[in-house]
């Protein structure tokens, strides 16, 4: 694994969507710089940077107002460079970290003065080589005083094995891009059927309307994605998050055009008020608790 990798595109379209005031991209990445924070040795895949000052330069040409760093999993469980982003952001950011499980108290503490505000549990095993869902819990239990939440990244096929481990975790939980259910199955598919029984399981469960790109098999503009989704955000319109998932890692082979992804947002929050609860009032909530109104 010698040959690094962009997955990102090099000029995006300005979106013709324009977000609402304090619009949040609550998943995206950094990778790098790799000469001051090294990739994992345990990385399935090895990206050209993609540092802060391309992801908020990306910010503002989208129209939006803060970030949501989440761990790439190339950086494995050395959080130092999403903690960088966080620190260069002027407080415009916040993460979701990737732990060891014998991580300590004291680290946690540090993690969350850096600014993270939960903790990601990675199912793919395409990316990850072990997933040990007890450690995983014993985590879960201790971040609960920092008052912080679970993400949770699986595909749809798992979610059945999955549903003991997330019922016992105590904090809320947030599913990576829906669980990547197949969204040519439409609203009513199985996929969307299994997801939505997990979401009525627990009122504490969110979910990310991201990644119509990976999801989305016919490719732009994504018509069979808008239409699975778009129910599923006006039924659960509290719960629900939006990111692009920039740099779209993995994605070198069909790199989508991120004003393109923004655009899909009207498509599925249809509404002024969704809009706004999507991109503002619910990641207010769970990563800046302290401003939301």
Known sequence: MSERIVSWHGAPSPPRFVPPPGAVDAHCHVFGPMADFPFSSKAKYLPEDAGPEMLFSLRDHLGFSKNVIVQASCHGTDNSATLNAIAASGGKARGVAVVDPAIDDAELEALHEGGMRGVRFNFLKRLVDDAPKDRFLEVARRIEVLGWHVVVYFEAELLEELRPFIDAIPVPVVIDHMGRPDVSQGPGGSDMGAFRRLLDSRDDIWFKATCPDRLDPAG????AFARAV??????????CLWGTDWPHPNMQDAIPDDGEIVDMIPRIATTVDLQ???????PMQLYWPEEAQ
């Open 220 to 223: 732009p503009p994504w018509n």
């Open 230 to 239: 778009a129910p599923l955000i006006a039924d659960y319109s509290d719960r």
């Open 276 to 282: 706004r609860k999507m991109l503002v009032e619910n």
